[in-house]
């Protein structure tokens, strides 16, 4: 079954996993702005990461056959240094008008503070002036519950973005409802250790429905498998729910929520015709 993994750090992958998705049947990507590992000295640091994801990351998943898309931000991790932050988030309009950037990404709370929350609405008001998608990060662990809640007020709070135009990610069972009740796309994160297995996500299907819901794997320096949208699709199987169902979150609803943007466009290798509407 082709697929597609809507939330993945490729630029923390080798070359061997772009391969190994190509085999398991992943036909596009969405790599989403994040942390470095280690916090950026200056804001030129994300205008080099930023040529990296449009242009150099891009060739290099084509190279295997999957398509690369992107998000641009500053990530909530780095948010504490408002100053910086602010640097970076006025040069992201320099790089949205190129290939593959779907909007702005991933965006959101880590530790709930004041500083973060600050950025987080200085990007939301960067999307809305440029009507842009939004790829929202919801804290960890303990900090999940809250920060999600503060997320949504700030969003509910702006009234310019269409709550369809947004993808809350890293939702679990205590924050899944709360996304969707309030009209905006999830992402379940399919982490080994942390986040959601695959087992709970399919769970979670069975009792949400597939509506506005993606799976993905986030791949990145931690311990993470970027085959995880594949193990999904196993569990989904075992269950006994219909290719049909499978198939509309991995590969269907991640196309209708790209395709809100107006500069996406895809079409599958062997495909007649574009998959965008």
Known sequence: MRYIDPHIHMVSRTTDDYKRMALAGCVLVSEPAFWAGFDRSGAEGFRDYFRQLTTFERNRSLAYGIEHQCWLCINAKEAENV???REVIAMIPEF????????????GLNKNTRNEATVFLEHLELAARLLELVLVHTPHLADKYQGTRMILDMLRDEPRIDPERVCIDHVEEHTIRL???????????L???TKCTPSRAADMVETYGAERVMVNSAGDWGHSDPLAVPEFIFEMRARGHDEALIRRVV???PLAFFSQCPRFQFTPRGDAVAATP
């Open 251 to 253: 590969y269907e609803n």
């Open 191 to 193: 982490y080994p250790i």
């Open 179 to 189: 996304a969707l009740e309030a009209g905006h796309w999830v992402g379940m994160t």
């Open 96 to 107: 949205l008008a190129g290939p593959g950037v779907l909007g702005i990404g991933e965006i």
């Open 83 to 85: 100053a910086l932050a």
